[in-house]
């Protein structure tokens, strides 16, 4: 595996793959690396030639106060995962590089970058594009597999991809939870034991609207309050909202095309997940 910390190092690595050979896989990532971004990478490396990871935490896409400064690094047992899950390239930027003064920004969509995440964090999704386009041009990936737990996220980068024709494909890969339910992510590290058993009921609410679904019973409010129900020691619920796959409400879910998503905090960590149906 090549560590490359700069982008002259990352362009002449991939001027060195002959063109018919290159066939790049690329996952991005913010590092601390758990289960979920292995199996984005599991799956990259099956089905790539070359496969590039990044890690980079990307400050664009953080609001003033969140936690930037404390996200969590773990650099060297991120490498060691990297190595043993076959990564042929391993691009570690700096902010330096990354960025210039006065550059010119990519905003999300008005409506569907200020709904549901976009609201709580206005500006978040203009930096996570601003940054996806950049690690899509310098990776001359082929392929880019996001994580459907950022469920928004990875919507406005298909969307990017397409409204600017990017020769990229977007692959959506399927949310990894822990034994008990949770949904993986660096964030879980901030959880101790007694928030963790709390954040629990976030899957179990999940579940308790699939069996709703199951049972006939798709009014939305329905649903909505009976998950509330279920997250009773969760300290606050943002949001739980029902819509369709082009993230527009539902008032009754529709089987096939639906994502419940969610978002709460627990002991001051913010969390996230979804399932579509
Ligand atoms: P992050 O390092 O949090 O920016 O995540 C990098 C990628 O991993 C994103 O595409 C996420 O959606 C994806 N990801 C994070 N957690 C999970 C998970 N539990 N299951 C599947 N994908 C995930």
């Known amino acids: 595996m090549q560590i490359i910390k700069s982008i002259d190092g990352l362009k002449r690595a991939i001027d060195k793959i002959t063109i018919d050979d290159r066939?790049?896989?690329?996952?991005?990532?913010?590092?601390?690396?758990?289960?979920?971004?292995?199996?984005?990478?599991?799956?990259?490396?099956?089905?790539?030639?070359?496969?590039?990871?990044?890690?980079?935490?990307?400050?664009?896409?953080?609001?003033?106060?969140?936690?930037?400064?404390?996200?969590?690094?773990?650099?060297?047992?991120?490498?060691?995962?990297?190595?043993?899950?076959?990564?042929?390239?391993?691009?570690?930027?700096?902010?330096?590089?990354?960025?210039?003064?006065?550059?010119?920004?990519?905003?999300?969509?008005?409506?569907?970058?200020?709904?549901?995440?976009?609201?709580?964090?206005?500006?978040?999704?203009?930096?996570?594009?601003?940054?996806?386009?950049?690690?899509?041009?310098?990776?001359?990936?082929?392929?880019?597999?996001?994580?459907?737990?950022?469920?928004?996220?990875?919507?406005?980068?298909?969307?990017?991809?397409?409204?600017?024709?990017?020769?990229?494909?977007?692959?959506?890969?399927?949310?990894?939870?822990d034994e008990y339910g949770l949904a993986l992510s660096s964030r879980n590290a901030y959880l101790s034991d007694e928030q963790k058993s709390r954040a629990y009921q976030i899957s179990k609410s999940l579940k308790r609207a699939t069996q709703l679904v199951l049972s006939g019973r798709l009014e939305s409010h329905d649903i909505i309050s009976n998950m509330r129900l279920v997250m009773s020691d969760i300290d606050e619920i943002e949001y739980i909202s029902i819509v369709d796959r082009a993230f527009r409400p539902l008032d009754t879910l529709e089987i096939g095309n639906s994502m419940i998503l969610v978002a709460v905090k627990v002991g001051g960590v913010r969390l996230i997940d979804n399932i579509w149906i």
Do not use: W
């Not at 969140?66 to 996200?71: M, Q, S, T």
């Not at 500006?123 to 950049?134: A, E, R, S, Y």
């Open 23 to 177: 066939d790049i896989g690329f996952v991005p990532t913010m590092g601390a690396l758990h289960s979920g971004h292995l199996s984005l990478i599991r799956r990259a490396r099956e089905e790539s030639t070359t496969l590039i990871v990044s890690i980079f935490v990307n400050p664009t896409q953080f609001l003033e106060g969140e936690d930037l400064d404390n996200y969590p690094k773990r650099e060297e047992s991120d490498r060691k995962i990297c190595e043993v899950a076959g990564v042929d390239i391993l691009f570690m930027p700096s902010i330096d590089d990354m960025y210039s003064k006065d550059e010119l920004s990519i905003s999300a969509p008005s409506i569907r970058g200020y709904i549901l995440e976009g609201t709580k964090r206005a500006g978040h999704f203009d930096g996570v594009l601003q940054i996806v386009m950049k690690l899509l041009n310098l990776s001359r990936a082929d392929r880019a597999y996001f994580g459907k737990k950022d469920a928004q996220q990875l919507a406005l980068v298909m969307q990017m991809v397409r409204d600017y024709f990017l020769d990229c494909e977007i692959v959506p890969c399927e949310i990894i939870r």
